[in-house]
């Protein structure tokens, strides 16, 4: 475990979107992370369940998000994934720090952050190691 | 032998001395010893617990194949039939899964389960812009009959039971299989398997619903009516535990949960008109077999001894068959890790043993890989062969409730029960399931439980080998994993659009009005569907028929 980097008030100005895309219903890892980023200081925002990636986009303009988490355990990543991330991009959001989680098999990584995803983390990290990744990061504006 | 209560308890107390005497020695580890599911449990239970709880043998524990069934349905368990080995599979085009079956069906598997993909599930056709990337994914994916029919090719549906997941769009698949099993000629009575169909559960855990809950209630209680009129050896619905419990649900939640989503159905269905003895025989139970091995078997005992009691007392069945919880188990998902791959054989062994000793009717063992992508057949081999070693080689299936009557086990039988129990009181209060599923109850039970569990987690407080303890340097992966490609939707939306191009499209459109007009008069369902996928309806033509009269469910999200 590394130290933490923030304290949760200078958390507090970081909007974080987390996003359920496609006809996936496994939310349990996506409100346990919507969870403890709350509970860490951050500000968060959750799609809900069956987003479809311009539902997403949208949440996320609106918002004007420092960060999107998008948890697919559906094998659908490599649909969705890109299509959240070229619309975002396209909408202006440049610097928004997109996050991957879910069951992604390692040999789609590289795909992944080819299209612009920061980091990937399948289950078993610690919800410590994605708040401090987020720390590091996320965008100062 | 003085085994007279008061004295035992005299004993313990003498012991207990002797024990603390020598704790400055050999003091405890400075852990808390609780189940998986956080329950504190006692080092040591002794006869004079169970009299504390009030345990009788006669009334609680009984006979194998007697009331209230704690030690098992059957007279002679596993020593008449070993449970069904029943391994789940799903993926790509129904000719892959097909061959997968058939696999499966010459390896000695004596069941089949079949998985659908998320567009199935949610009623979309492969080639619907929100099937886009999910086509063959996580099951196989199902459209028309006529993938139906690819799916069971050359497989005999008079003679192996089929089991399918699947519980939004469930009215419809049944009807498919009714419909394929009308083509082939195989009598109504031989016609054996379960669907899924527990529609409260998805609300509840599994998110992949279609309609409101009422009108998808509606659906499954025609389903149910149907089945026990037309199809009287299929079970009708699953009463499904295992997506609560992956959800997140403690082992008391998951047990409480799904008796409580069953009881829902039983007061529907009675007031649809039916007699509880026409159609509980054919209520069948679906459960996660997770790690805590005592609070899984005990989970399994306190389930068939609840709703034995449930059915009799409360409402007034009469046939044993009405009675008897009967279940399928699975291992648990939630429990393998991508770490250290290999160790999941031995969670799954360890899992598949308690649900064995639990007494289950029907079992699927997870293969080793299931955390990284649908299982290889390698993997479901030896996930398959697990459950032939527990059957074959370690003698347990020699014996009924070989753990009855352990001192432990009725303790924590009893516990488990009595926590349900309250959980059960609280959801009457509420005014019963629906209600309580409505108001989001049981979902924010859930929520708290996998939170309060990844919490425990990262205080090292409950340990997971390979994730937060015993970490190792990994290499490369130790085996291949299955990797279903994108070209499956495409050839899958290819062959939907040659069925539509030669159908009898105008006798499409008549059917799904007929549909439609069932729906808004608040008929049974079924034979109107069955009638429009003989023709040919596709999934989502039904499905959307039947949106346009009951809308659709939105979840806010809470978190």
Redesign the interface.
Known sequence: MSQTTMTPAQRNRIRVLIAKPGLDGHDRGAKVIARALRDAGFEVIYTGLHQTPEMIIQAAVQEDVHVIGISVLSGAHNALVPEVIKGIRAAGLNDTLVLVGGIIPEEDFEGLKAAGTAMVFTPGTALEDIINYIDKSAPSR | MANDIKTIAEKRKEWEARLSATTSKFPERPVRFSTLSDMEVPLLCTPDDLENVGFDFERDLGFPGEFPYTRGVQYNMYRGKLWTMRQFAGFSSPTETNKRFKLLLEQGQTGLSTAFD??T??G?DCDSP?????VG??GVSVSSIEDMEELFEGIPLGDVTTSMTINGPAIVILAMYYAMAEKRGVPREKVKGTLQNDILK?YIA???WLFPIAPAVKCVIDTIEYGTKHYPNWNTVSISGYHIR???ATAVQELAFTLADGMAYVEESIKRGMDVDEFAPRLSFFFDVHNDFFEEIAKFRAARRIWARMMKDRYGAKSPKSWMLRTHAQTAG?SL???QPMNNVVRVAIQAMAGVLGGVNSLHTNSMDE???LPTDEAVMVALRTQQVIAEESGVANYADPLGGSYLVEYLTKKVEDEALAYIKKIDEMGGMIKAVENGYPQAEI?NS??HF?RQL?KKEKV?VG??RYQAEEKK?AFD?L??D?SVEKRQAERLHALKAKRDSAKVKQCLAVVKRAAEQNENLMPSIIEAVKHYSTLQEVCDTLRSVYGEY??????
């Open positions: 998320m567009p599930l949610m979309y929100k099937a886009m990337g999910e994914k996580c998805e599994q998110k992949e992956e959800a997140g939630v890790t991508a770490q955390t990284l992508a929520g996998a939170y990844q990262e997971m994730v937060n992966r994993t990797y279903i994108r939105r979840e806010e999200g809470k978190f």
